[in-house]
């Protein structure tokens, strides 16, 4: 066969068709294997990611509830937000007769106090408070959520805002008693309990509040991702819980479909407080997390 009738190398039209079928099979089976997996790692991250969300409500809730003000936990009637007073400490104060010297040092309850004395410290830090003085926005006896007894309305059970509230040593007995604390009030207080204006309340117990503390839920079943649930803090104390408040607001939660809180009252001659109740759903891309949580308070007054 001469050089100019010999057959040109390469590809025919049949080979190349071939080499394209079997490729695309090759490719459609890589496609089909690798799907499962990185399906299932998506799905996974969306799962971690509500787990995260539930944990961080659960975690949130909680710790502000423990430290609640007794009989301080209110909602709106939607149901979607929760509000409280944070404490930063409590203390048993003398009653009348539970120390009747050295003076000043008994809280009568039903008459002006400029100052009293407590049994032990507001919190773990060893007396003397070093200057300056241990301050509080606010100082609450004998709350129990009911007007004219409302911490929230402020004129009976806890001091207003412009009252200095100073903790430390009673500069009247020296030595003073170690865990012992002498507070002074810038401006007397009358506080008063329920049933008649000197009737000492059964458990002698003072508060530090520090503020008003709210969750507000903004479920969104359509669009889950743009639900949420915030915390608000950093805002005066109102006799009307307001939804959202003007305070400071951090994102705990998104992707809330639906959001229910409730509070459960502190029956009456029980130990215990109130409990809030919260029911969430978490829902990303299909993926769903029911979240119930019981939070009780700590603290009974």
Do not use: W
């Not at 049949?14 to 459609?28: D, G, K, P, R």
């Not at 509500?50 to 509830?65: G, Q, W, Y």
């Not at 604390?181 to 008649?196: D, E, H, K, R």
């Amino acid at each position: 066969m001469s050089p100019g009738n010999r057959p040109s190398a390469g590809f025919t039209l049949i080979e190349l068709i071939v080499v394209i079928v079997v490729s695309a099979i090759v490719a459609v089976f890589m496609v089909l294997f690798l799907s499962a997996p990185v399906e299932s790692y998506f799905a996974q991250t969306r799962r971690s990611d509500l787990v995260d969300s539930a944990h961080r409500i659960s975690d949130a809730v909680t710790a502000d509830a423990l430290t609640a003000l007794p009989n301080s936990m209110r909602t709106n009637p939607a149901g979607t937000a929760l509000e409280l007073l944070a404490t930063e400490g409590v203390a048993r104060y003398y009653g009348q007769t539970d120390k009747p010297a050295p003076a000043g040092e008994e809280l009568t309850i039903g008459s002006s106090a400029p100052t009293f004395g407590t049994l032990d410290s507001f919190n773990a830090q060893a007396l003397p408070f070093p200057p300056p003085s241990y301050q509080a926005p606010y100082l609450s006896i004998g709350n129990v959520g009911t007007v004219p007894y409302d911490a929230y309305n402020g004129a009976t059970v806890m001091t207003p805002a412009t009252t200095r509230i100073t903790v430390g040593p009673n500069p009247g007995t020296p030595p003073y008693v170690q865990g012992e604390n002498y507070v002074t009030l810038s401006t007397p207080m009358t506080f008063q309990a329920p049933g008649a204006p000197a009737t000492q309340p059964s458990v002698h117990n003072a508060y530090l509040v520090s503020g008003p503390v709210s969750y507000v839920c903004n479920a969104n079943a359509a669009n889950p991702a743009a639900g949420t649930l915030k915390r608000y803090s950093g805002y005066a104390v109102r006799a009307a819980q307001r939804v959202p408040p003007a305070g400071t607001g951090a994102l705990i939660a998104h992707d809330v479909s639906a959001c229910t809180i409730s509070v459960v009252p502190a029956p009456a001659g029980y130990a215990y407080g109130q409990i809030a109740v919260l029911r969430i759903t978490l829902a990303s891309n299909g993926e769903t997390l029911q979240v119930f949580l019981e939070a009780p308070t700590e603290y009974s007054q």
